[in-house]
C-alpha cells in the first residue's frame, strides 16, 4: 500500500468518526434551527401564540447554550413613542437593539424601525433556510445510515454515536 493511499484511508475514517460524533448536534441544530425560522420558539406581540415550553428551551439551547428562558419584562407603553423627554430606549451596543436605534448596517441612521407592516417579506428566505435544514437534517441521517450499512465496525459507530449525545448532555452544566 502507497503512502499516499494510507493517509487517504486515515482521512476517510478520520471524516466518518468525526461525522457519527458530531451527527446528533447537526440533528439538533438542523431542527431547532426550522423552528427558529418561523419564530415558533417565542411569542409574537399582539398574538395568542405562547411557544410550547420545551420550543423554548431547545432554542435557548441552541442560542445561548443554556436551558434556562430569560424572563422578558414588558416594555412600558412610553417606549412606544419615541422622542418624549426622559425615554431611554435599548442603546445601540445592547443586545436586541438593531434596527431599534436608528443605525443601519452600515452605521449610517436609517428611517426608524420597520413596523410589521411595511418592509419585504421574509418568507421565500425563511422557505429556503427550512429547506437547508431539512437538507441538513436528511443528510446527516443518511450519513449515519451509510455509516451502519458500509462499515464492518457497527460497535465503534455506534460509541461514537453514543459519546456525541452524551458529551453535550454532561457539558450542559457547566
Do not use: C
Amino acid at each position: 500500500m502507497s503512502k499516499g493511499h494510507a493517509v487517504l484511508r486515515f482521512m476517510r475514517k478520520v471524516h466518518l468518526y468525526l461525522g457519527i460524533f458530531t451527527t446528533p448536534a447537526l440533528l439538533f441544530f438542523a431542527f431547532t434551527g426550522a423552528m427558529q425560522t418561523f419564530n415558533l420558539h417565542e411569542a409574537t406581540p399582539g398574538s395568542s401564540y405562547k411557544p410550547p415550553a420545551w420550543i423554548a428551551t431547545l432554542a435557548q439551547l441552541h442560542k445561548k447554550q443554556d436551558t434556562t428562558i430569560p424572563v422578558r419584562r414588558q416594555r412600558p407603553a412610553a417606549q412606544d413613542n419615541p422622542g418624549k423627554a426622559g425615554e431611554t430606549g435599548p442603546s445601540q451596543g445592547e443586545p436586541g437593539s438593531f434596527g431599534k436605534s436608528g443605525a443601519g448596517r452600515s452605521g449610517e441612521p436609517s428611517s426608524g424601525p420597520r413596523t410589521s407592516g411595511q418592509g419585504k417579506s421574509h418568507l421565500p428566505m425563511k422557505v429556503f433556510f427550512l429547506l437547508v435544514s431539512i437538507s441538513l437534517f436528511l443528510s446527516a441521517l443518511t450519513g449515519l445510515y451509510m455509516s451502519y450499512r458500509y462499515n464492518r465496525g457497527w460497535w465503534l459507530v455506534t460509541g461514537f454515536l453514543v459519546a456525541g449525545v452524551v458529551v453535550p448532555l454532561l457539558l450542559l452544566p457547566f
